[in-house]
């Protein structure tokens, strides 16, 4: 949605919104609100309604072999990414359209609610389905911690802000679950698009690095409690190859001294 005087558009079709555009959509028996979208583009964005995988959720033939990872158990994701999705994050990545990720953030709800049913956390995913929001101090989730995948110095500099940081912040509101920054990226690595696969793969195994104060202070306040297993929950915009999302998940596992499982949370699945 943007404005030209005192009337809203469509962030997506550019069409002039009206009373009946601000209808809400029930995807799976969830509420959500999008409230950027006119009500023709809420209902043709590529939700994933069936996965041909369960673990890294591709919606169309999975080629990564997989099988439930040591470091990430699960990758849970909302559409597909087409073109029209990849215009939206286009648009806000690297033009710094503020409100089309916040025209996006409401699609975590279908992978928030997916993972709730899967790790057993029924009373949440209730309010999830009934409402699609939490008040603080309401149905807090003690053992979930949202986290995001970092992205580098310089990058950071030029754009002002980490598009998943900005998503998983998002998310940890919606579970009523602390944020933590875990990671930070290597510098000297900003451009890894023009490497193959193989390279790609063997660079962003070494990208990632744990923060050490905070994992110290998270060791020492639930290493030595008997505690249920912590979920931690790595948040990105994209996955693909879950190349990413698999280096955070063994950096983040390798530094912890407490039970946990790791899980993604993704907007789209490419």
Same mark, same amino acid.
């Given at each position: 949605?943007?404005?030209?005087?005192?009337?809203? &558009?469509?962030?997506?079709?550019? =069409?002039?919104? !009206?009373? &009946?555009?601000?209808?809400?959509?029930?995807?799976?028996? $969830?509420?959500?609100?999008?409230?950027?979208?006119?009500?023709?583009?809420?209902?043709?964005?590529?939700?994933?309604?069936?996965?041909?995988?369960?673990?890294?959720?591709?919606?169309?033939?999975? &080629?990564?072999?997989?099988?439930?990872? @040591?470091?990430?158990?699960?990758?849970?994701?909302?559409?597909?990414?087409?073109? +029209?999705?990849?215009?939206?994050?286009?648009?806000?990545?690297? +033009?710094?359209?503020?409100?089309?990720?916040?025209?996006?953030?409401?699609?975590?709800?279908?992978? $928030?609610? *997916? &993972?709730?049913?899967? !790790?057993?956390?029924?009373?949440?995913?209730?309010?999830?389905?009934?409402?699609?929001?939490?008040?603080?101090?309401?149905?807090?989730?003690?053992?979930?911690?949202?986290?995001?995948?970092?992205?580098?110095? @310089?990058?950071?500099?030029? *754009?002002?802000?980490?598009?998943?940081?900005?998503?998983?912040?998002?998310?940890?509101?919606?579970?009523?679950?602390?944020?933590?920054?875990?990671?930070?990226?290597?510098?000297?690595?900003?451009?890894?698009?023009?490497?193959?696969?193989? +390279?790609?793969?063997?660079?962003?195994?070494?990208?990632?690095?744990?923060?050490?104060?905070?994992?110290?202070?998270?060791?020492? =306040?639930?290493?030595? *409690?008997?505690? =249920?297993?912590?979920?931690?929950?790595?948040?990105?915009?994209?996955?693909? !190859?879950?190349?990413?999302?698999?280096?955070?998940?063994?950096?983040?596992?390798?530094?912890? *001294?407490?039970?946990?499982?790791?899980?993604?949370?993704?907007?789209?699945?490419?």
């Amino acid at each position: 949605m943007y404005f030209i005087g005192e009337q809203s &558009y469509c962030i997506q079709c550019h =069409k002039l919104l !009206t009373m &009946y555009d601000n209808s809400k959509v029930f995807i799976e028996n $969830i509420n959500i609100k999008l409230t950027y979208f006119c009500l023709s583009c809420k209902y043709s964005l590529p939700y994933i309604h069936k996965v041909k995988c369960t673990i890294c959720h591709a919606h169309q033939a999975c &080629y990564n072999s997989c099988t439930i990872n @040591q470091e990430l158990r699960q990758n849970f994701s909302s559409v597909a990414y087409n073109d +029209e999705v990849k215009e939206l994050l286009r648009t806000f990545k690297f +033009e710094g359209n503020v409100a089309a990720g916040q025209a996006l953030s409401p699609l975590f709800l279908l992978p $928030i609610a *997916r &993972y709730l049913k899967e !790790t057993k956390q029924f009373s949440l995913l209730k309010k999830v389905i009934r409402r699609g929001l939490f008040s603080y101090g309401e149905g807090t989730s003690s053992y979930n911690i949202v986290t995001s995948v970092p992205i580098s110095r @310089q990058r950071l500099i030029e *754009r002002g802000f980490n598009q998943a940081t900005f998503f998983a912040k998002h998310v940890a509101n919606r579970l009523n679950a602390p944020f933590v920054n875990f990671l930070y990226r290597e510098d000297g690595f900003e451009h890894i698009s023009h490497l193959n696969k193989h +390279e790609r793969e063997r660079v962003v195994q070494h990208l990632y690095k744990i923060k050490q104060d905070t994992i110290d202070r998270l060791n020492s =306040k639930l290493s030595d *409690r008997e505690i =249920k297993p912590i979920n931690i929950i790595i948040v990105d915009d994209i996955y693909t !190859t879950g190349n990413t999302l698999k280096a955070c998940a063994k950096e983040i596992k390798r530094s912890t *001294r407490f039970p946990c499982q790791i899980y993604g949370i993704t907007l789209a699945r490419a």
